[in-house]
């Protein structure tokens, strides 16, 4: 950092960077930082803005010269004001046949397109040339379109958004040689001086020179105005009109600077909660794909070896003697080819099948995803005024292990609020700022009291408490007043009850009186007085009655249980043989001086500045497993008073380490930041680029997802660099929506608790869904594969188009009743609040290393799977014989009991998310919840009654049949065993984990 004065401006310069002027890059980030750091330094050193228009060679009244010469020099020497975000995505820069062969490398798509070859050699050997080749142009066009969408969509919104920017060209007012100009923001050089309006976007970095009631949209929290203000890209003025100097623009600016830093640490912009979604997908998509090859390859050689089974000659015609047309225009749209009766190639409907479960796990999983996610992002705006800009946020904040809190507005100390003074017997509501606004005789006894406090100091967060009290609302200065005094000596009678006494000359010419002060618990220093003040300043004598009516004050005020502070004070006149010959003489001869004659100046009650709704919600997170760190721009000591008093620290904490000055943090090698940012709870005086270092140790440390918090327009990168970001507050509008993942509206920290519920509700939905679509998938999957390799000439299990149909109602349907279910048992008041955090901690780790696919998970999978993979074989295989129906009733009865079964999987997840009796009392305590859960009920019904419908529609255009109510008995019979299953599962499970347990201990 450089000096706050004007030589600040006279260190060496690098010629080559400044192009012949006198103050480099580097010095003016340095006094527009110093600036804004110290609350305006520049108030108080005004020859530093007349060096600074001096060294840009500009001025108020004329600007710069501004001829091409001029504007070529500054570019030259401080860089032109390019926006370096505004590039466009690194794909925009490749063709759209570059994507289209990147997608095709990758391993997944390289094996489905190896079953589509075998697939044709299969076909043309089976149905001849022209239908062979009709059968896999079919199945290779879904592979394009499934494939490539989303690239595709991700390319023509990139190049959208490339336009759509180039558009919207902003034009600021700017004076240059006596001229007041209109010039695109990209043409701002420094040493420009800008003119400002309502609405007008700060296009660079600078130093306000002007302002007529004017307000920032910056989001600062600040008591005190400075005069000449640092202002910082993005900054909006909500109101009135400005001008300011220009004194960094483009890359060089705080902004860019930063926000190079979060892109060098920053490989992809794909969630965590995508990315472990793609990963357990891809696994699934490799097996499948693998083992239907092995089966393809099998088939190639049965075709050429066994000619036979290729043949036609058993072909059945067509039962209505014609193709079904519309089911098989109907396959053919969603990429499968239905056969006639007895013609049906298998080999097509494996393909057909395959481009189904992957589509499903590709997009479908990512289409029910969503609606969970947006539902629950409804949620959060509606409840809690909440604005979530990247939805998988919505899942991502149940994870957070790491808070880093930026100031908030209910974190900022309300300096009067921090105590209670009483003097006399009487408390003073209206302090002055400080004490030279009260009468003389007030005047004397607020001196008195600001020098007890600010000399006689001994230690400790009570102690600290009192000095930042005494400055920021007496209005004391520490350093005047050790300097002004002079400490003849100290006597501590009683240290455990921090009575203590102090006696001190005042260095000024002519003074004839010594000064003796004792501070300590106040019915200790009330005994040694014989005088007091009263609420005029007025010395009065202090006798027996008044002696009561003061412990009576003081017991009322110890029974709230704070911490107060008694202060007593008199004058005293040296004598000439005074024994001070030795330090033991000096404070014997000080307590004969002062142990009588004192006169009671006052009563100071420490409070705590933090209401008891924020402390309780601090608490509630870390007993949650959040571990909060504050990140503030107050000094040292100030900022331990924040976090102890707040509860983000606590005493026992309060170790080397764990409260660390922004400088020394960032003076340390890296190792040792990563090292020390897990240890530090409090970092005190750090700048922008400070809490962004902080974000980025800790996640190094990859200890879990980061998330951070903040106010303030300068701190926005360090919500871009966190794994979820969080910004506080309506200013900034727009740069917020870019970097921040949340926006509370609100501006309290009270929403974060409830904010980490709802997120926690999103996992345990994400996870049922994900079980939903394993399950149905998985089970289609294996019992088509089974049957396939002992029966390979049987009829189709499933259709392509009924696989399709089931999994478009679970994805939307399904994903919805999750998540309306969810929010009709959710937890409402504090109390439940507690419970949720402390007992219902999400299971999953999206991204970071850990399985998306838990035990608890896979046992539900793993049961139902073999559940209905039984079933359908069972069906499929005995159906027949047991039932006494045709092939065609069996098989939409087989299609029936595998769509039910998947309801009865979203009715057990339903079970499990309300089984709790906190749950089931908030449904009958809220009416709007009791509507919700009806609603939830609803779906189901709605799922059942288009399956209903469905059959009844397909029984008159294609080859299925109307079920009775003995085969809808049936279907809804087996499917309902689901239900006993998953519970003796569940039984059985914990039974053997309390065996295991059991014998371990032994």
């Known amino acids: 950092m450089i000096n706050s004065d004007s030589s600040s401006l006279s260190t060496p310069i690098d010629d080559e960077n400044v192009s012949n002027f ?4 580097k010095q003016l980030a340095h006094i527009v930082e110093n600036n804004s750091n110290n609350k305006g330094f520049l108030c108080q050193s005004t020859s530093v803005i007349q060096h600074l228009f001096h060294a840009l060679e500009t001025n108020t009244d004329s600007g710069i010269i501004g001829d091409s010469n001029d504007l070529n020099r500054r570019r030259k020497a401080y860089g032109s004001n390019t926006n370096s975000e505004g590039r466009s995505p690194s794909f925009i820069t490749k063709g759209f046949h570059q994507l289209i062969v990147e997608a095709f490398k990758d391993t997944t798509v390289i094996l489905l397109l190896c079953c589509a070859a075998l697939s044709l050699v299969i076909g043309i050997k089976m149905n001849g040339l022209q239908e062979g080749l009709f059968d896999v142009l079919l199945i290779f066009l ?6 490539n969408f989303g690239v595709t969509y991700r390319f023509f919104k990139a190049i959208w958004m490339k336009k759509k920017m180039a558009k919207q060209k902003k034009v600021v007012r700017v004076l240059r040689h006596h001229q007041m100009l209109q010039i695109p923001v990209s043409e701002v050089v420094v040493g420009d001086i800008l003119f400002l309006e309502t609405g007008n976007e700060v296009p660079a970095d600078g130093i306000l020179i002007h302002g007529n009631s004017f307000k920032l949209d910056d989001g600062l929290i600040d008591e005190h105005f400075s005069e000449h203000p640092s202002l910082f890209t993005g900054t909006n003025l909500v109101e009135g009109n400005c001008q300011f100097l220009v004194t960094a623009v483009g890359k060089n600016t705080e902004r860019c600077k930063l926000m190079e830093l979060v892109a060098s640490s920053q490989h992809d912009d794909m969630s965590k909660l995508h990315r472990s979604i793609d990963e357990m997908s891809s696994v699934l998509e490799k097996l499948w794909l693998s083992l239907s090859l092995i089966i393809l390859v099998v088939q190639v050689f049965r075709c050429f070896l066994w000619k036979s089974w290729c043949g036609d000659n058993d072909r059945n015609p067509d039962p209505k ?14 990429k499968y080819m239905r056969r006639k009766r007895g013609g049906t190639n298998k080999v ?26 947006l539902y629950a992002s409804k949620e959060m705006k509606k409840a809690h005024q909440t604005i979530v800009h990247k939805l998988p946020t919505g899942a991502n904040v149940a994870l957070v292990t790491t808070l880093c809190l930026g100031k908030t507005l209910d974190l900022v100390v309300k300096h009067k609020m921090m105590a209670d003074l ?15 606004g009260a009468e003389d005789s007030v005047e004397e006894v607020l001196n008195a009291l600001l020098e007890g406090i600010c000399m006689n100091i001994t230690g400790g967060v009570n102690d600290d408490s009192l000095l930042i009290w005494a400055e920021k609302v007496l209005g004391g200065d520490i350093d005047e007043l050790h300097g002004s005094c002079t400490i003849l000596s100290r006597y501590n009678l009683y240290p455990s009850k921090g009575l ?9 010419e002519g003074e004839e009186f010594m000064h003796v002060h004792w501070k300590g618990e106040p019915k200790l220093v009330l005994s040694m007085c014989s005088h007091y003040y009263d609420i005029n300043g007025t010395m009065q004598t202090l006798d027996e009655e008044k002696r009561k009516l003061f412990n009576g004050i003081i017991d009322r005020i110890v029974s709230d249980g704070v911490y107060c502070f008694g202060f007593a004070y008199k004058q005293v006149k040296p004598k000439e043989e005074s024994p001070v010959d030795t330090e033991k003489e000096g404070e014997l001869f000080f307590f004969e001086l002062a142990k009588d004659g004192l006169s009671f100046l006052g009563i100071v009650v420490l409070k705590n500045p933090y209401p008891p709704e924020l402390r309780q919600t601090i608490q509630m997170c870390r007993e949650s497993g959040v571990e909060i760190k504050l990140m503030v721009d107050e000094d040292l000591h100030t900022a331990r008073l924040m976090a102890l008093n707040s509860g983000i620290l606590r005493i026992e904490e309060d170790l080397q380490g764990a409260i660390i000055e922004a400088a020394e943090f960032r003076s340390s090698l890296k190792e040792a930041q990563i090292s020390m940012s897990h240890k530090i709870k409090v970092l005190a005086n750090s700048t922008p680029a400070d809490k962004l270092l902080l974000v980025h140790c800790l996640r190094a440390n990859n200890c879990g997802l980061v998330a951070a918090t903040c106010t303030c327009i300068r701190d926005l990168p360090s919500l871009k660099e966190a794994d979820v970001g969080i910004f506080i507050g309506e200013n900034c509008a727009d740069l917020a929506k870019e970097d921040a993942d949340i926006t509370v509206v609100d501006s309290n920290f009270g929403m974060i608790p409830a904010i980490l519920i709802l997120g926690r509700y999103v996992c345990t939905n994400i996870d049922k869904f994900i079980q939903l679509q394993l399950i149905l998938n998985i089970s289609a999957f294996t019992s088509s594969f089974i049957l396939l390799i002992f029966n390979p000439t049987s009829e189709e299990q499933l259709t392509p188009f009924q696989l399709l149909w089931v999994n478009l109602i679970m994805e939307v349907l399904g994903a919805l009743f999750l998540a309306i279910i969810t929010s009709a048992v959710k937890p ?7 419970v949720m955090l402390n007992s219902s901690k999400p299971t999953t780790n999206y991204g970071t290393g850990a399985p998306i696919i838990t035990k608890n998970m896979l046992m539900n999978v793993a049961v139902q799977s073999m559940f209905q993979v039984t079933l359908l074989l069972i069906l499929s295989m005995k159906g027949r014989v047991v039932f006494r129906i045709d092939e065609t009733l069996l098989r939409t ?26 749950f089931k009392g908030n449904i009958r305590r809220n009416p709007w919840r009791k509507c919700l859960f009806i609603a939830s009920v609803v779906i189901v019904g709605i799922i059942v009654a288009l399956q209903v419908i469905l059959i009844h529609i397909m029984s008159k255009i294609a080859h299925w049949k109307k079920l009775g109510m003995k085969q809808w008995s049936i279907s809804i019979g087996t499917a309902a065993l689901s239900l006993p299953i998953h519970y003796a599962a569940k039984l059985v499970l914990n039974s053997f984990q309390s065996f295991l347990i059991m014998c371990v201990r032994m």
């Open 22 to 25: 006198s103050i480099s890059v």
């Open 142 to 147: 879904p592979i394009m379109i499934v494939v």
């Open 321 to 334: 003697g014609m193709k079904n047309t519309v089911e098989e225009i109907m396959n053919e749209a969603t």
């Open 348 to 373: 097509n409907g494996l393909v057909a099948m395959l481009c189904i479960l992957l589509f499903s796990l590709k997009d479908g999983l990512s289409l029910g995803i969503f609606i969970i996610l």
């Open 422 to 436: 009483w003097i006399g017997f009487e408390k003073i509501l209206n302090l002055p700022a400080d004490s030279g």
């Open 500 to 508: 203590c006494g102090l006696l001190i000359k005042r260095n000024k």
């Open 828 to 834: 409402e008041s504090l109390e439940f609040h507690q």
């Open 893 to 918: 009865m087989i299609f029936n009991s595998y769509v039910l079964c998947q309801v009865f999987v979203l009715i057990i997840s339903a079970i499990e998310i309300t089984k709790t009796s906190i």
